[in-house]
Nanobody, 124 residues
Framework: QVQLVESGGGLVQAGSFLRLSCAAS????????MGWFRQAPRKEREFVAA????????NYADSVKGRFTISRDKAKNTGYLQMNSLKPEDTAVYYC?????????????????WGQGTQVTVSS
């Protein structure tokens, strides 16, 4: 079993930044992909970014490319999502998720473990 706990959400103004953290526990993360997804009210959960835990390769949604950076600290078993130049349309509940070798890293249905979510609100 894997437990994921997010932190770092909040209310910020447009143009500001936040860093989300996702602390993982329960087992070693070798072979896993950690993803970040978000869900705004009345919208489907959407992919934000993903990282291969072992080798560090990353992927991003077009909407956040160049503004968000996903990373991980293996020693701390913690993943991060650095979000810069935030926009009101980034407002959502952000979830971290983990899966072992998902077929499609951008499809939330392929992820096995989920955190509880953290609210990010960007005011204009």
């Amino acid at each position: 079993q894997v437990q994921l706990v997010e932190s770092g959400g909040g209310l910020v103004q447009a143009g500001s930044f936040l860093r989300l953290s996702c602390a993982a526990s329960g087992r070693t993360f070798g072979g896993f992909v950690m993803g970040w997804f978000r869900q705004a009210p009345r919208k489907e959960r959407e992919f934000v970014a993903a990282i291969n835990w072992s080798v560090g390769t990353t992927n991003y949604a077009d909407s956040v490319k160049g503004r968000f950076t996903i990373s991980r600290d293996k020693a701390k078993n913690t993943g991060y999502l650095q979000m810069n130049s935030l926009k009101p349309e980034d407002t959502a509940v952000y979830y971290c998720a983990a899966a072992q070798y998902p077929d499609n890293y951008s499809d939330y249905r392929g992820y096995t473990y989920w955190g509880q979510g953290t609210q990010v609100t960007v005011s204009s």
